[in-house]
């Protein structure tokens, strides 16, 4: 089945306890990225990547990390997390076409005490 | 960049019709898109647009007019289970291809 896979799918966690939370695609796709939701501030992308080893900033990139070594793996890394990055994420994966949609995972409910 | 309005919440009843409006300025456009989401779970894709008119998929059909950087999401013959939200996003033509989304429209249907 076509899909991509976000871990863990909650978590609780302390101010400053580094964390990743993990996402993987299984249909090949070029692009991947990350995106968090607030209530009232809709989806707001994190870190994108167009491929392998190719990653660039989104409109909310501040204390988070990724890395992209593999074509399926795009995880996300909070180095210090705070309580202002309590969220619910979600990764996305689609084709680099004009025309191609997103595939979300499942989403990950972070809170930052 | 972008910017992207949606009505906040909506409401219906079951075996209506409604139009769920989004309006867009952008410096890039290369296609619009509309996902439903249901509560606390992950976006789904709808229906993609990039010429003027109208694209029907069964019940749902989606509009587009680029000169008034205007599209709306029709739904027909609504039922409970459209009770979602549904969000708008524009793919940009000049920043490695980047959707950014509105805030949604949480559609409330009602028996």
């Known amino acids: 089945e076509a899909q991509v896979t976000q871990n863990p799918r909650y978590l609780i966690t302390v101010t400053g306890k580094k964390l990743t939370v993990t996402c993987s695609q299984n249909?090949?796709?070029?692009?991947m990225s990350w995106y968090r939701q607030d209530p009232g501030l809709g989806l707001r992308q994190i870190y994108y990547?167009?491929?392998?080893?190719?990653?660039d900033k989104g409109d909310v990139p501040e204390g988070y990390k990724v890395s992209r070594k593999e074509k399926r793996n795009f995880p996300l890394i909070l180095e210090s997390p705070s309580p202002n990055q309590t969220s619910l994420y979600f990764c996305?994966?689609?084709?680099?076409?004009?025309?191609?949609?997103?595939?979300f995972g499942q989403g990950t409910r972070l809170t930052v005490v | 960049g972008q910017n992207i309005d949606q009505p906040t919440e909506m409401t219906a009843t079951e075996g209506a019709i409604v139009q769920i409006n989004c309006t867009y300025q952008?410096?890039?456009?290369?296609?619009l898109f509309w996902y439903q989401q249901h509560a606390g779970e992950a976006p789904t894709f709808l229906s993609y647009?990039?010429?003027?008119g109208l694209e029907e998929k069964g019940r749902f059909s989606s509009f587009l007019s680029r000169s008034k950087g205007y599209s709306y999401l029709l739904l027909k013959e609504l039922q409970m289970k459209d009770s979602a939200s549904y969000l708008c996003a524009v793919r940009d033509s000049t920043n490695a291809g980047k959707s950014t989304f509105g805030d949604g429209t949480t559609l409330t249907v009602k028996p």
């Open positions: 249909m090949n796709h070029e692009y």
């Open positions: 990547s167009m491929n392998v080893e190719v990653t």
């Open positions: 996305a994966s689609r084709f680099t076409g004009t025309n191609t949609e997103a595939f």
């Open positions: 647009n990039v010429l003027d």
């Open positions: 952008t410096s890039g456009f290369n296609g």
